[in-house]
């Protein structure tokens, strides 16, 4: 099992296998808009929209770990915290996970 920090950040290494293609399918989903893939418009998800509350954060946080944990097989979400951009009206998910090795 190990500890990894995620976000909706990151290149793509279509080469990626084992613990590395889970972390990237999990930035991945984070930075994917629900509606937005090509074959599957249910993959993502939808993140609040001008909205940087208290009740927003708490919103977001279990659409993430239901998200994550539903699509990544052996993860666990352990923290989801977030960075605000103000100007922008934008929160940015960056989430602790576990991944288990067997």
């Known amino acids: 099992m190990g500890t990894y920090q995620i976000s909706p950040f990151g290149s793509i290494d279509f080469g990626a296998v084992g ?3 889970k972390l990237q399918n999990a ?7 629900k ?3 090509f074959m599957d418009r249910e993959a993502g998800w939808l ?11 708490v919103q977001m946080t279990a659409d993430v770990v239901e998200l ?6 052996g993860l666990t979400v352990e ?3 977030f960075q ?3 100007q922008e009206a934008i929160l ?6 576990v991944i288990d090795n067997g």
Not at 92 to 97: A, G, H, M, W
């Open 68 to 73: 994550l944990q539903n699509n990544i097989e």
């Open 79 to 81: 923290e989801v915290t």
């Open 84 to 86: 605000e951009n103000p």
């Open 27 to 33: 930035s991945f989903l984070l930075a994917t808009m």
């Open 47 to 57: 993140p609040p929209v001008d909205e940087l509350s208290e009740s927003a954060k």
């Open 92 to 97: 940015y998910p960056y989430v602790k996970v």
């Open 19 to 21: 613990i590395k293609a």
């Open 35 to 37: 509606g937005t893939c």
